[in-house]
């Protein structure tokens, strides 16, 4: 390992996996309890693992009330910066409260009460974060639903978390557009099984909404007639949220976070992770849809009793690629946390970073996840900023990271392309397919070995077969992550990408299966296969391959457009697709499988076998001169 046997980083890591108990023990004391754990973990079955389970707490009392009661209530807790809507609000940790509090109020008169779902499909407003911590403090369980989702993805959502009541805003705001909400969400409940009883809408000037009578509420006029609602306690393992993510069949997965294990894992990443100190400005710039908007402009700062950036703007365009220097500056940011796509979305706009004119000199460090940061994105983050350029690797599903440089223990040297070292408490190992240990520097399937640390999922909501078969059975002992790489000699981890057919588009991550579905119901095609091929900005963007039904004849860019317009109103702009190209056939094994890899490794410009088991073999030589011909092909 770079760092030494007795390094603290090495110490603490070897604590947390020796004697897991004693060290979380220790991490659950931090927090304010209403009835502190005794028991730390249990192991119930195979599969199974509760920690805390005798402890009680509320999660937004130990956001906003702890602090207040601990003499922070006039610190700033939150700061809203919108660009696109010119406007910038701050709000004390007791104004926050006082915000969260009437809110839980509203809900509680509309009989939201411990264990019900709240569905919030928000933009980038304080009324998000407020929606949140509002649910939390009655125990309730939130899903936020990611504002730039289609119709037929939130109503997904709401079939499967059957939400009481919908929170929702009248507009979002995107680069020089508005998008309307809450005609999406009309037409999800009209489309969705399940009709939640009411809908709050916020309504914004920007854009008012048709309220529905008897159903929908306007957030202000209920407000203002609500009485504040008390935190409600509940059991550390009660769960907090749902928030769904994409796996490899059309169906989102409910990933399941707990109370007590969430919180206790939050308040030491932010301290061993990110070595943030209350009081320090964090801004993560992502959205409250993403697990990183979840723990790291909402939870995990309010919780470590930093004051939080929520941003409703671009890295770019908004005005212009100094938008975040902008921001660093203007709050004194001490810790910046952005996906690599905005960094690089930066860099073309402005090569030279001339826009990075402001006074940084309260930043500490960077740090960017979501995908993997490659190399060169990395250099120009560290050689124009002079700061630490921390990559760090994470999923919905465990909800903090599990490698990264741990700042908040010791600053190791990076190495570009990895993300540094196992988070204390996570025991990462590179298995191959039958699930043995490979050695140092050979490239497998990345897997940690169960019990997994606190804050990780602890099923997917309605369906444990799901979590049991996608996540544990692949490899007995061990959670399965679904990335593939290798550790170096070093120790250090280098997570070079998925293994299954989920693909990453501007840090959003996406299923390629959901996308032939979509595809495979236009009725001139037979087959189709989606793949993820290499993008500057995005780091990724959705290719379909079609096979054509036989005897239909159509305009390739007709089909293209066609095809295009499936997927935009089928799951929404986010996914980027925009390519399609027709193929006589698909290379596929005997048995009938396509194979995908071979199409990644192709599109990827990476060496390639051909498998023996290939039912055609002339067919990869024709996709791969096809798709050479069409520039779609990777020149790494
Ligand atoms: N509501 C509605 N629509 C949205 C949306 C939202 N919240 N977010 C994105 N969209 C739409 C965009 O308007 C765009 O639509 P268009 O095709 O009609 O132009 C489409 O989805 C793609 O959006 P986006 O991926 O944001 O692309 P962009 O070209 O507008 O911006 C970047 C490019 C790189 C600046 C932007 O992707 C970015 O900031 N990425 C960072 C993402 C991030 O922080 N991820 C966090 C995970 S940690
Ligand atoms: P999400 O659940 O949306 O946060 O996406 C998680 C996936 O994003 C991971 O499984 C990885 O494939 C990818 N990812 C996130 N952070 C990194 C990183 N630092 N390096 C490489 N891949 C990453």
């Known amino acids: ?318 005005p212009d690629a100094g938008a975040f220097w902008r921001v660093c500056a203007e709050y004194k940011v001490n810790i910046l946390f952005a996906a690599p796509t905005a960094f690089r979305a930066i860099r073309k706009e402005d090569p030279d970073a001339a826009l990075q004119r402001y006074d940084l000199s309260a930043l500490r460090a960077v740090f960017v996840a979501g995908e993997r940061l490659d190399p060169a994105t990395y250099q120009w983050v560290a050689e124009k900023l002079q700061k630490p350029v921390i990559d760090h690797w994470w999923q919905t599903e465990t909800g903090w990271p599990i490698a990264a440089n741990p700042a908040g223990l010791e600053l190791m040297n990076a190495k570009p392309g990895s993300a540094t070292v196992p988070v204390p408490g996570f025991n990462v190992q590179i298995l191959d397919d039958s699930g043995k240990v490979l050695r140092a520097n050979e490239q497998g399937f990345i897997a940690i070995a169960l019990p997994l640390p606190p804050g990780c999922l602890t099923t997917i909501w309605g369906n444990d077969e799901r979590f049991i078969a996608g996540y544990l059975d692949s490899f007995p002992g061990y959670y399965a992550s679904g990335d593939g790489g290798y550790i170096d000699e070093d120790g250090y981890l280098f997570v070079m990408g998925r293994t299954d057919d989920v693909i990453n588009v501007a840090g959003h991550r996406l299923s390629t299966g959901e996308m032939e579905q979509i595809v495979a119901n236009h009725p001139a095609i037979a087959e189709c296969c989606v793949i993820g091929i290499h993008e500057a900005i995005k780091g990724q963007q959705p290719l379909a391959l079609v096979l054509l039904k036989n005897g239909v004849e159509i305009d390739e860019t007709i089909l293209e457009a066609e095809l295009v317009a499936m997927v935009r109103q089928e799951i929404g702009a986010l996914a980027c697709f925009k390519k399609a190209i027709v193929v006589k056939r698909l290379p596929k094994t005997r048995s009938g499988k396509i194979l995908r890899k071979l199409l990644r490794q192709i599109a990827d410009g990476s060496e390639y076998s051909v498998p023996s088991t290939i039912d055609d073999p002339a067919s990869i030589a024709e996709i791969a001169q096809l798709m050479t011909s069409k520039g779609l092909v990777n020149q790494p």
Not at 86 to 103: D, G, I, T, W
Not at 170 to 188: T, V
């Open 1 to 318: 390992m770079a760092s030494t046997a007795n390094s603290p980083y090495h110490n603490e890591y070897q604590r947390a996996i020796n004697a897991p108990e004693p060290f979380w023990q220790q991490q659950a004391a931090k927090l304010n309890w209403y009835k502190m754990p005794r028991s730390i973990l249990q192991q119930q079955d195979a599969h199974h693992y509760q920690w805390f389970s005798d402890g009680v707490l509320n999660t937004a009392y130990l956001a906003l009330d702890t602090h207040i009661e601990q003499g922070r209530g006039e610190q700033t807790a939150l700061i809203y910066d919108s660009p696109v809507t010119n406007s910038k609000q701050q709000f004390s940790y007791r104004e926050l409260r006082n915000e969260v509090a009437q809110f839980a109020g509203v809900l509680k008169a509309l009989g939201v009460s411990k264990g019900d779902r709240v569905v919030i499909y928000m933009p980038m407003i304080p009324q998000a974060a407020i929606a949140m911590l509002a649910v939390a403090r009655l125990g309730a369980v939130h899903s936020v639903v990611f504002g730039g989702f289609s119709a037929h993805e939130l109503a997904m959502r709401i079939d499967d978390a059957k939400p009481k009541v919908v929170v929702s805003a009248s507009c979002g705001i995107e680069i020089s557009k508005l998008i309307a909400y809450k005609p999406l969400l009309d037409d999800a409940i009209s489309k969705a099984e399940h009709k939640p009883q009411h809908c709050i809408i916020y309504q914004r000037p920007q854009l008012l909404a048709t309220m529905q009578s008897g159903r929908d509420l306007d957030w202000h006029q209920a407000m203002a007639a609500a009485e504040s609602a008390p935190c409600v306690p509940v059991k550390a393992t009660d769960p907090l949220y749902v928030l769904y993510t994409s796996g490899t069949t059309g169906k989102p997965k409910g990933v399941v976070r707990d109370n007590g294990g969430h919180a206790a894992a939050l308040n030491y990443s932010m301290q061993a992770v990110y070595n943030a100190k209350p009081g320090d400005v964090f801004w993560a710039a992502s959205d409250v849809g993403w697990v990183v908007g979840h723990s790291y402009i909402v939870y995990g700062p309010l919780i470590a009793g930093c004051t939080s950036i929520l941003y409703e703007g671009k890295p770019v365009f908004t």
